[in-house]
């Protein structure tokens, strides 16, 4: 998983939705939804300000979110 990846996942089950639920909200269908949890995600512009809208974040917030991750997984690496 990527850091965006990890992130989507986590915020998606802190507010206890399913990969359908969102996909339906960002209008892209589930499959898609489910590969950008999986994978790098290829988010455009828009959909990355449709996923700060859905989990009422600032983007510096979503940002700091995304490198809070990729420090716990440096952590990990380096252990």
Do not use: N
Not at 18 to 28: C, E, I, N
């Amino acid at each position: 998983m990527t850091d965006l990846s990890t992130l989507l996942v986590k915020l998606r089950k802190d507010h206890g939705l399913s990969q359908k639920q969102v996909a339906t909200r960002l209008a892209v269908s589930r499959q898609t939804y489910s590969a950008w949890e999986k994978h790098c995600p290829d988010i455009s512009l828009a959909k990355f300000f449709a996923l700060q809208a859905l989990y009422q974040l600032e983007t510096i917030t979503f940002l700091r979110l995304i490198e809070e991750i990729m420090q716990q997984q440096q952590v990990k690496h380096a252990d």
